[in-house]
């Protein structure tokens, strides 16, 4: 692909402006079609711009070729103007009642009490969509809750999307499916109040939330929700309906008893209706997409077939298999790569679901299942048969007969069992017995890339999680809830709760350190460094914080003013670690020369450094006390210094291939070490006693950080492979 020069932000912005920009604009047009980059600066160019609608309409006139990345920028863009700005054909609608009207303009969030809908009594809203905003509502008549979309005020005067929102509720209505959200009444608006429908309102949740809550589903589970969604489909394609929009968020889980329901038929439209889509925009969430969606090619039922494969996959993996940072990217890995194979990310999947999956997710439509019937069909008959099969099911004879074998010669060789267990048992009195495997209680998958660092709140059970390009999660391990996200496109490499849990600090690749207040969430300090920030930590009173960079450079900085205290100072080849003492008098960097120095915080001048350790120093910790600190890196060594000395106190060493140790965490005692290892593995050590007592393991790739909970009870690692785990620590290992 050739990519000319990205033009400078003031050539982009006469995109914005339709009549300054003239016949200059096609090559724009088709530069940014192809760079994620100038998309994203455009982007972010017309936020609150009143010229964006008329971009979009116009750019749509320009007709780049099907398959150019246009398409979704233009969708992207199209979603940002709904939301900015009003349509330009938009205009207010006169002598409305404020009691029916005022609650539905789009940034309004104040109470919705006394207002209504038509008859209905609103009650709160429950949703927001791309067209419109839904409420749950009192029908006073029929006494029933009921879900009422209403026609986002902005987009009420756009003949286009007033027809495609009615369309939705008659494309609804018209299936009549268990599986298919009912709608009971449609109403084309008047008398300033913006089109709306009602439909039935479904307590429970979607299926987005249950996946960010549990990430991957039961083998039961997967089936069963596929067989309802495949239903639902089978029903809408019976009608001509393509529902263009399959995702977890439009799947509805019934509180009680699961039972699924499709919505937001937004974007279905009838197989021979093709005026709202003439020109070529792809409508869809590029997650979800198939690849001749994606294309702007025309679609047929088999394309919801691909998207319920992704939904498939998902629930199967805790991944999608087409992942990106940009639209683009998403689609065109859906359209040119293969997923990887679901048995690599699940190995529990059965074969047979795995080989469904990769036939719904086949590139050219042909090659996958042809009808919704036939996947609910077959979805319908394992689920049958899985429910119908178990150890106390047996047609067969003679397995009866060898099960009685068995039996026999188990009870044969008891004698000899219960004289082994007797040793074991006098042995266990006199040697504290080592844990059997120990599996992760929670874990948070499905992040795109690695994840580089994990921080533990000291106030409360919320993780911060630095993933690759999806920013800070902020996750509930105990709910299995991401309660937020702090936003960030480039890779963060370091993170660290202040001691009282109220600001965060954020290190990234692009050579920031960004200091968040978390009551607010606002970005309080954006603190510039001249290379990518690797490390990160707080002084005991949140006043201060520490910084160390790839470019070995170590900085102190006040959070009081967000200015650097003094002149940074050359430390290390590259920074990799960072601590304070517990008293704030000292801190500690250690980097990839294999050298640790304890520093004066004072006076910002080494007190002493340790000797080299061969490989690099990954990590740098102090004992709770501050009368240690310890050091670890590359030789799988963890050296314990004398903090007031600098004395070498003892060792510990980690065998095995993979030694490597990339990060450690004491235990609010000090008693408790926890090492990640390169080897995929948490060593968990007793440091009283210098002995291993635990290998914790779960994690495909090589694991970047680990972190003691403040109960002690309970650990948390990351890894190069995506995935955070929560352990439960072994008693033994206080023992």
């Known amino acids: 692909m050739n990519v000319s020069p990205c033009p400078d932000p003031e050539r982009l912005r006469t995109l914005l402006d339709v009549e300054a920009a003239g016949r200059d604009a096609d090559p724009l047009v088709r530069h940014v079609g192809e760079c994620p980059a100038c998309q994203e600066a455009l982007e972010r160019l017309a936020v609150g711009d009143p010229q964006l609608a008329r971009l979009v309409s116009t750019c749509a006139r320009s007709r780049p070729e099907p398959d150019s990345a246009f398409w979704p920028a233009l969708h992207d863009l199209e979603r940002l103007a709904s939301r900015s700005t009003p349509p330009p054909t938009t205009t207010p609608a006169p002598h409305s009642d404020p009691n029916t009207t005022a609650f539905l303009d789009p940034d309004t969030r104040e109470t919705t009490a006394g207002l209504r809908i038509g008859p209905f009594e609103v009650v709160r809203e429950i949703g927001r969509g791309g067209m419109g905003v839904v409420y749950l509502a009192r029908d006073p008549q029929l006494h029933r809750d009921v879900a009422i979309k209403v026609l986002d005020k902005r987009l009420a005067g756009d ?8 369309r939705e509720a008659k494309a609804a209505a018209g299936v009549g499916d268990d599986h298919i959200v009912a709608v009971h009444q449609v109403s084309g608006g008047g008398d300033g109040t913006p089109p709306y429908f009602v439909m039935q309102f479904v307590e429970g949740e979607s299926l987005e939330d249950r996946l960010a809550r549990e990430t991957r589903l039961p083998i039961d589970e997967i ?3 596929g067989m309802q969604v495949a239903a639902g489909l089978a029903a809408a394609h019976d009608k001509g309906l393509i529902h263009r929009d399959v995702k977890p968020g439009n799947i509805l889980l019934e509180k009680g ?8 038929f937004g974007l279905a439209h009838a197989a021979q209706d093709v005026r709202l889509t003439s020109t070529g925009m792809v409508a869809g969430t590029p997650l ?17 077939l691909f998207s319920l494969g992704i939904v498939l996959y998902e629930m199967a993996t805790g991944a999608l298999p087409f992942p990106g940072n940009t639209p683009y990217l998403v689609l065109r890995r859906l359209s040119e790569e293969r997923h990887k194979p679901v048995a690599e990310l699940n190995p529990a999947v059965p074969e047979w679901l795995a080989a469904v999956i990769d036939k719904l997710l086949a590139k050219r439509p042909e090659d996958r299942y042809q ?18 099969s178990s150890q106390d099911h047996v047609v067969c004879p003679r397995a009866r007969v060898r099960r009685k074998m068995l039996q026999l010669a188990a ?3 008891a004698a000899g069992v219960v004289l082994t267990l007797a040793g074991l048992w006098v042995w266990s009195l006199i040697q504290p017995a080592l844990p059997g495997p120990v599996t992760p209680w929670r874990t948070l998958d499905g992040n795109q890339g690695p994840i580089w660092c994990v921080a533990g709140s000291p106030i409360e059970d919320v993780l911060a999680v630095g993933t690759h390009s999806e920013g800070v999660k902020l996750w509930n391990p105990a709910e299995n809830r991401v309660e937020g996200v702090l936003p960030e496109t480039r890779p963060i490499l370091a993170v660290a709760y202040s001691a009282d849990g109220k600001k965060l600090a954020v290190g990234t690749e692009d050579n920031t350190l960004r200091v968040y207040d978390l009551a607010t969430r606002d970005l309080k300090h954006r603190l510039t460094h001249a290379s990518a920030v690797r490390a990160v930590a707080f002084s005991g009173d949140g006043r201060k914080a520490v910084t160390g960079t790839r470019g070995g450079m170590v900085a102190l900085w006040d959070l009081d003013t967000g200015k650097e205290i003094g002149e940074p100072v050359a430390a290390h080849g590259s920074v990799a670690s960072v601590a304070f003492s517990p008293d704030d008098r000292d801190f500690a960097t250690a980097g990839e020369d294999g050298r640790a120095i304890l520093w004066d915080a004072a006076m910002r001048r080494p007190r002493f450094e340790t000797p080299a350790q061969e490989g690099g120093t990954w990590s ?12 670890g890196g590359w030789d799988g060594t963890v050296r314990l210094w004398d903090a007031g000395t600098g004395k070498l106190q003892g060792d510990m060493k980690v065998t095995g291939p993979g030694k490597d140790l990339i990060a ?5 005692s000090g008693k408790l070490l926890a090492i990640a290892c390169a080897d995929q593995s948490i060593r968990l050590w007793n440091v009283p006693q210098r002995q291993e007592r635990a290998v914790l393991r779960g994690h495909t790739g090589a694991v970047t950080s680990v972190v003691i909970a403040r109960d002690g009870r309970n650990l948390a690692s990351g890894s190069r492979d995506g995935t955070v785990h929560m352990w439960a620590i072994p008693p033994v290992c206080y023992e």
């Open 159 to 166: 003949p286009v999307a007033r027809e495609r929102f009615c």
């Open 223 to 225: 089936v069963r929700i």
């Open 257 to 264: 008893t699961d039972r699924v329901k499709l919505t937001d």
């Open 288 to 304: 979800y997409m198939s690849p001749e969606q994606a294309r702007a090619e025309p679609l047929d039922a088999r394309a919801d």
């Open 371 to 388: 009808s919704a019937r036939e996947v609910a069909e077959l979805l319908e008959q394992h689920w049958l048969l899985r429910r119908t």
């Open 411 to 413: 009870m044969g060789v």
């Open 620 to 631: 740098v910790r102090f004992t709770p006390d501050g009368k240690t600190f310890a050091t």
């Open 664 to 668: 450690m965490s004491f235990c609010p």
